[in-house]
């Protein structure tokens, strides 16, 4: 079943950033429940910042699903990376992104891998770099299965990361993983916009892998926003037979409120 979700960040180092609610989760709860979204997906600085007893009654209070949790916080508060070439970061890394997975397990939610993949560079090559890449995301999703959880993998555009930047790019990695891999990806439709030759191809090329998107449009303004033909891409994304979350991953314009508002318009236009 495709369901409806939308993120707040806790994060006050991410302002800017591409997140639809900041002003905690009570408040983020209410707005995801007046507007009649299915989830809410949380960004925050790691499982401290995060009461699970709290977060629990809120989401039973506001009839709501935890969608996913995101790691980025590792990254643009510790620096930590997955592909680092200090090998004591790198195990640091991984340590940060299983406390984060026993946060969202609790609520059947995946932990996604975004910033924290890296980059590759002078000191440790591509090769490498995916090696190791691929090597963290199979242990994280065998750790995930406790949970009965998937881990979420997503690549970014190459502005964000330089390993993978496809839909394409991504399912070559997870390939490596065998046949029984618990690993996911996350198909986020702004860095689609920008790296896809054509986005519907790129969703039709994780089918069947593709655990989780991020719903956003090509300026990751709210879905509606934007250029990207949602008429096309909603059509391919029940072609493909996805089954999961269309988690609003958007900047709040022209306010928290009205992004939030805009997308639910959108989801019930193109899926209800
Ligand atoms: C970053 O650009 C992004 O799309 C996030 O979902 C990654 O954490
Ligand atoms: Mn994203």
Redo the contacts with the bound molecule.
């Keep these: 079943m495709i369901k409806s979700a939308v993120t707040v960040s806790l994060v006050e180092a991410a302002r800017g950033g591409?997140f639809v609610l900041w002003e905690g989760l009570e408040s983020a709860c209410k707005t995801a429940q007046e507007l009649g979204f299915d989830a809410i997906e949380v960004f925050s600085l790691g499982p401290e910042q995060v009461d699970s007893d709290v977060l629990e009654k809120l989401l039973n209070d506001h009839g709501l699903e935890l969608a996913a949790v995101?790691t980025?916080a590792g990254k643009v508060k510790h620096g930590l990376t997955l592909t680092s070439p200090c090998s004591e970061e790198r195990q640091k890394a991984r340590e940060f992104i299983k406390r984060i997975i026993d946060m969202g397990g609790r609520f059947g939610a995946g932990a996604?891998l975004?910033?924290m993949q890296g980059f590759w560079n002078d000191e440790v090559s591509k090769e490498d770099a995916l090696k190791l890449l691929a090597d963290a995301c199979g242990e994280l999703g065998e750790y995930a299965r406790q949970f009965n959880v998937p881990f979420i993998y997503?690549h970014?555009n190459r502005f964000?990361t330089n390993l993978c930047n496809t839909v394409a790019d991504n399912v070559t990695l997870l390939n490596t993983l065998g046949d029984d891999h618990n690993v996911v990806i996350l198909a986020?439709l702004f860095?689609m916009n920008i790296e896809e030759v054509d986005i519907c191809q790129g969703l039709r090329d994780g089918q069947g892998l593709i655990g989780h998107i991020?719903f956003v449009d090509s300026n990751r303004r709210p879905i509606g926003g934007g250029h990207i033909d949602m008429d096309a891409v909603s059509a391919t994304i029940k072609e493909i037979g996805y089954e999961g979350y269309l988690s609003a991953?958007a900047v709040p314009y022209p306010s928290e409120y009205e992004a939030a508002k805009q997308t639910i318009e959108s989801y019930n236009k193109y899926f209800g």
Excluded: N, Q, V
């Design positions: 591409p995101g980025g996604i975004g910033s997503e970014l964000e986020d860095h991020h991953e």
